[in-house]
């Protein structure tokens, strides 16, 4: 079962997989598409695309920044004469490298950021059209869990270094404690 949002300007649209469809009760696909119904709505999208290139030019500038100072401290022994040598491209690969695992920490970080951003819009853009729309979605996630058997308390390490979305126990705490409502709160998204 999957759903998702694609596309940028005309070509933007919302898919759910007909998958979703024949396994999710009513309720769990109100929810699914509620939760794409955020990305869409949020302009994620385009703020992901905008955060990737923006994080792809810092780390490009970090690399170039600091080819010169490792080629400095380690090119003769490296035999390697200078940044115009094609002997340093493996250096500079390393460097990417090295900066290509900051920027996935950093890019899983923003993914479920905005992962956690649809969570809620899916609560409040399904309350009133779901009977309990927390309950509806931690069933969902439960289901999907067991099925495909999550690790339901993974290595707090392993969330930060490989994770793009909210763990599956945190989405589900999330789901059952969501209720700005009762505490005469304003929701954040859906007003």
Same mark, same amino acid.
Do not use: M
């Given at each position: 079962?999957?759903?998702?949002?694609?596309?940028?300007?005309?070509?933007?649209?919302?898919?759910?997989?007909?998958?979703? $469809? !024949?396994?999710?009760?009513?309720?769990?696909? %109100?929810?699914?598409? /509620?939760?794409?119904? @955020?990305?869409?709505? &949020?302009?994620?999208?385009?703020?992901?695309?905008?955060?990737?290139?923006?994080?792809?030019?810092?780390?490009?500038? $970090? !690399?170039?920044?600091?080819?010169?100072?490792? %080629?400095?401290?380690? /090119?003769?022994?490296? @035999?390697?004469?200078? &940044?115009?040598?094609?002997?340093?491209?493996?250096?500079?690969?390393?460097?990417?490298?090295?900066?290509?695992?900051?920027?996935?920490?950093?890019?899983?970080?923003?993914?479920?950021?905005?992962?956690?951003?649809?969570?809620?819009?899916?609560?409040?853009?399904?309350?009133?059209?779901?009977?309990?729309?927390?309950?509806?979605?931690?069933?969902?996630?439960?289901?999907?869990?067991?099925?495909?058997?999550?690790?339901?308390?993974?290595?707090?390490?392993?969330?930060?270094?490989?994770?793009?979305?909210?763990?599956?126990?945190?989405?589900?705490?999330?789901?059952?404690?969501?209720?700005?409502?009762?505490?005469?709160?304003?929701?954040?998204?859906?007003?």
């Amino acid at each position: 079962a999957n759903a998702y949002v694609t596309g940028l300007g005309a070509s933007k649209r919302i898919v759910v997989w007909d998958t979703t $469809l !024949a396994q999710e009760t009513t309720d769990g696909v %109100l929810t699914v598409f /509620g939760h794409e119904l @955020g990305h869409y709505a &949020l302009g994620h999208v385009w703020k992901a695309l905008a955060f990737f290139c923006l994080l792809t030019l810092v780390l490009l500038y $970090l !690399a170039h920044r600091s080819i010169g100072p490792l %080629l400095a401290a380690r /090119g003769p022994a490296w @035999g390697i004469r200078g &940044l115009h040598d094609w002997a340093c491209l493996p250096a500079l690969l390393l460097l990417i490298c090295i900066y290509g695992c900051v920027g996935g920490v950093l890019g899983g970080a923003f993914s479920r950021y905005e992962e956690n951003q649809a969570d809620i819009y899916s609560l409040e853009v399904t309350r009133g059209i779901v009977a309990d729309p927390g309950q509806a979605s931690a069933e969902s996630f439960q289901r999907f869990g067991e099925k495909v058997f999550v690790d339901p308390d993974p290595n707090p390490l392993d969330v930060v270094l490989f994770f793009d979305h909210p763990t599956l126990a945190q989405r589900i705490r999330l789901f059952a404690t969501y209720d700005p409502w009762s505490r005469g709160q304003e929701p954040r998204f859906v007003k």
